[in-house]
């Protein structure tokens, strides 16, 4: 068994940006969760149909990159605001089964619609991060930068800097707006949001919005590292998140962006020293795979509200 | 129609009457199946039968105990992978594999239920979906010899056929062209009846009805000291062992297992059964079943041209149909297709539950219509409806298209419900009659509904009996 | 029940039924709130208070009448009935933990759209110090009587045509009581801020109030000025520990 040290940074790169995509996804989760205990299982694959919309505005219809992220984060807002309005809200939220199976048939009919579109081969989308501006020092095709001797993807940086950007965005809604005070309200208790006059569905409907647009964000970003838009692309992906949630606890959305970023973390370590060096390359993403299961249970095991979780999870 | 035709006090000759009808309905039903499908359609009822068993699994968990647990394809194939490994690698027999599937089962039930039913909320949602997107690529795993065992990207097959040994030849339809499907028929028909008398007494005995006091009242449950972990943990771990128990029958049914057989879609193709078949309810994990068989092999022969676009059932959108019917269900009949069933026959026949003494709660007296009494003759238009039905529903069985074959089924299917029921209320109504309590104009109706009625019910015991002797 | 003896009605209820489920809590109950004046329920621990100021705000299953001024609110949500000037403090704070303390109060604005929002967050400030000596801490990380305080605050930050405030003394010491009630009468003479009260501190509540309410088991048993009942010898023994 030999250590290979020399790829750790590249690999701890590697991790830091998947992590901040699984980041991404589970604070689309966590919005949700937050404000209404329930988790959406449909997250995943919003995002995906957000990431095919990007497609169709950028691949298809040559829209600038960056405005089609816009307009499809904008879009797949509103059909969060849709879902919520019409598919959440007749059901009484403290009892989990129906949502859950909303969420769940939501999860097969939109898969299914992509399917019957765009049908299941992997299309191109163009990464936002391809290139680096001529003026920066580069090298291997203006790709790389070298930092500690290793390579530092400009798609890394760019992942950073994105999330960094969405990051600070969303603070400012939720802390300088009255609509984030009235989400923040209705998160923390609900019935005393109603008898200081928030209209609690509309607030949710405005969480599910902001929640699907970090999906669609995180959607978009993951593409290039799996070589375009699938219908399938989020499966993994929320599965991760999920286990980033967890580990930052369900209620956090600090939380949440740290522990997706720690999962990726882990899903690194684990593929320079576990994957290939003991395990052999070949099923590294196995063993990926099996550790987010194997994070939500020691999560739930010793620290059932993960890490930064702040509201107190109740023993049964 | 909204006072019920027939009422009954429970436990009276007439309730006991009813019940051996629909006893004897699910008699013919089980025996004419193996006589009258093709071998590949008794195949698919066993994979309905073995699904049936594996929602039942699930129901322990998120009907009767109110937590979610969505992940049983997993626990369905981690049996099939035992057995197929026991069978094919250490040559045992399937009866020697089922208590070693029953523990395996249970013991991972207790490692993944343990930590998620600590503490309130979704926590179990969230591990048993990791549960089941992980386990298709577990059975991969190169070390510990686990790719060997299961036979890793490629699958295991059984190499022996189960097939019946020459002293259980004479069951109905293990011979000839059926015999391998049938025999199996038999088999797995057996192991969902011991099962479901198990999970019955189970849910009837003191650790039954403390999963059912936490579903119900959680906090309740608690203060009656009622230690809710451990109650749930077992309760999450024997479901799991008879998700592997229905692993176990689908190995033996199929005779060969791949991870890609035991992917989230199963296990959502599970839930999708529990809400169908009815949440909740024993036999809701059968109907289901049957159901996300049927149905899925329904919607793949689907082709609907709409203008340019063809709404084809075969693709992807399956799937999206099989979405659809989730959501809908969940909207207007979350008591999945055994509540419905219940509305009907509660519309049909009430029956009054007994005091302690044995009386009916009720008089029986109070439910009698009297002389303005209209039930004769909506018994007679149900005992003319059924022939009726029939005959319609035989003639579009010459129709080529799948809807309407559908359609066909569901008419002919009729006159099981219409004839026994036109007969005994028409019968019902003569006596009723002759007691001084209904109109001369009452006779007439009741009587040819008694007459017809009676008849259509010979009829479809006749030809039960006669493709039942045709086909043995 | 009540005849229209009063000038102007704050708010009228008409056969007011509420259940949990199965369980019947109210059996339908006439009671008025005068405008401009003070009104409190008193009534044994399970009587149906706090259940009638939830029904009032259409928090739970009723059925029934609610009128505030002129306007019938029986059917109206929650959150409307604060925009038309209906307060509620529920019993037990319901503050909200994970806000600050400024935040609590900047959320109880909420409906509010005028630009004294800030001013009145530093005049409660001023009433109750502790809470502008703490109005970055989170709210669930006050004592229980401060969080009591900041509940009170941030109802009026709403400014509301009518109170409603559930057992407002809960776990307060005895001389934060007296001074809190003390405000509650200035507010009310000042302003004319209409209140409906559920107070176990029987003498209290009557020295405060201008009329009450006496629930027994859903129902109202007795009503009157406070100084009718007051001098009540039922209401003498049973609240007043006579
Ligand atoms: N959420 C609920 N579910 C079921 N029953 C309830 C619920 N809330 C209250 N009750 C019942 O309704 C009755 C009235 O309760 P309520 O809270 O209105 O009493 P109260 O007069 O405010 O008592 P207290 O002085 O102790 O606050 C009680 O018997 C209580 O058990
Ligand atoms: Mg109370």
Known sequence: ?316 | MSAPLVVVAKNSAEHKRWQYVQWAYVAGFVLLTPLVLQPFEIGKMNRALIMGVAILAVNLVVGFNGMLALGHSAFMGIGAFVTASLVQDENWDYWMIVPVVLIVGFLIGVVVGLPALRVKGLYLALVTIAQAAVFPSLVNIDELGIAARTGGPNGKGVSEEVIAPSYWEWLPGVDGARGGSAYRYWVIVLMVAITILLVTNYLRSRAGRAVLAIRDNEAGAAVYGVNLPIVKTMNFAISASIGSLAGLMWCMDKGFVAGQDFTFLLAVDLIIGLVLGGVGAIQGGLVGGLFVVWVNDLTKRISIPLGLYTLNGDGPLAKAIFGLILILFTFFAPGGIVSLGRIIVNKLIKVVPLTPAGQPIEPLSNFDPGMESTRADVAMKMSIAGPVLLAVGWLLMNVNNLLVGVLAFGLRMGILVLAPVAMLVGSNELAAHADGNRPDSAKGPATMARTLGALGFLFVIGYAVQRFVLTY | ?242
């Not at chain 1, 006059?197 to 669609?216: D, K, M, N, P």
Request: proline fraction near 3%.
């Open chain 3, 1 to 242: 029940m009540v005849d229209d003896v009063f000038d102007e009605v704050g708010l009228k209820v008409e056969n007011l039924h509420a259940s949990y489920g199965a369980v019947e809590v109210l059996r339908g109950l006439d009671f008025e709130v005068p405008a401009k004046n003070v009104s409190v329920i008193l009534g044994a621990n399970g009587a149906g208070k706090t259940t009638t100021l939830r029904a009032i705000c259409n928090m739970c299953n009723t059925s029934g009448t609610v009128t505030l001024g002129d306007r019938d609110i029986s059917r109206t949500g929650t959150a409307e009935i604060v925009r038309q000037g209906m307060v509620h403090v529920p019993q037990g704070r319901g503050t909200f933990p994970e806000l600050s303390t400024m935040d609590n109060l900047m959320v109880g604005a909420y409906t509010r759209k005028d630009n004294e929002i800030k001013d009145d967050v530093d005049r409660w400030f001023e009433i109750f110090p502790v809470l502008g000596e703490r109005s970055s801490q989170m709210a669930g990380s006050l004592s229980g009587g401060e969080q009591q305080m900041l509940a009170v605050a941030r109802a009026l930050m709403a400014r509301p045509r009518l109170l409603l405030l559930d057992e407002p003394s809960l776990g307060l010491a005895p001389l934060i009581i007296e001074d809190l009630f003390d405000r509650f009468i200035t507010l009310n003479k000042e302003t004319g801020l209409t209140m409906l009260i559920v107070e176990q501190n029987a003498n209290l509540a009557l020295d405060m109030a201008d009329y009450a309410y006496v629930i027994e088991s859903g129902e109202i048993a007795l009503h009157g000025t406070s100084d009718q009942l007051k001098n009540d010898p039922a209401v003498q023994e049973a609240y007043l520990g006579a």
């Open chain 1, 1 to 316: 068994m030999t250590w290979n040290f020399d790829i750790l940074p590249d690999f701890i790169f590697n991790g830091l940006s998947l992590g901040a995509i699984y980041g991404t996804v589970a604070l689309a989760l966590v919005l949700i969760f937050k404000a209404t205990t329930l988790i959406n299982f449909a997250t995943g694959e919003l995002a995906m149909l957000g990431a095919f919309l990007v497609y169709v505005l950028h691949m298809e219809q040559g829209l600038w990159l960056w405005l089609s992220m816009l307009i499809a984060m904008a879009l797949s807002a509103g059909l969060g605001i849709l879902i919520e309005r019409s598919l959440t809200r007749p059901f009484d939220p403290s009892d989990h089964l129906p949502v859950v199976l909303i969420t769940l048939g939501l999860f097969l009919i939109l898969n299914a619609v992509a399917g019957d579109i765009w049908n299941y081969q992997v299309r191109i989308l163009s990464n936002p991060f391809g290139k680096f501006p001529s003026w920066v020092p580069s090298v291997g095709g203006d790709r790389f930068i070298e930092v500690f001797g290793s390579r530092l993807k400009y798609q890394s940086i760019g992942i950073w800097v994105t999330l960094a950007l969405a990051l600070f965005i969303l603070g400012l809604i939720l802390n300088k707006t009255k609509a984030g005070l009235a989400f923040r309200a209705v998160s923390s208790n609900v019935e005393s949001a109603r008898l200081v006059g928030v209209h609690t569905g509309r607030t949710l409907g405005f969480g599910w919005a902001i929640a699907s647009a970090f999906g669609t964000l995180g959607a978009v970003l993951v593409a290039p590292q799996l070589g375009g838009v699938n219908p399938n692309m989020m499966a993994t992906i929320l599965i991760y998140a999920l286990a980033g949630a967890a580990l930052g606890g369900l209620d956090s959305l600090g939380g949440a962006v740290l522990g997706g970023i720690l999962v990726g973390l882990i899903q690194a370590v684990l593929v320079t020293w576990g994957g290939v060096v003991v395990f052999g390359q070949l099923y590294m993403s196995i063993l990926q795979l099996a550790a987010a299961f194997v994070i939500i249970l020691i999560t739930l095991l010793f620290r059932p509200s993960g890490l930064f979780g702040t509201r107190r999870v109740e023993r049964v």
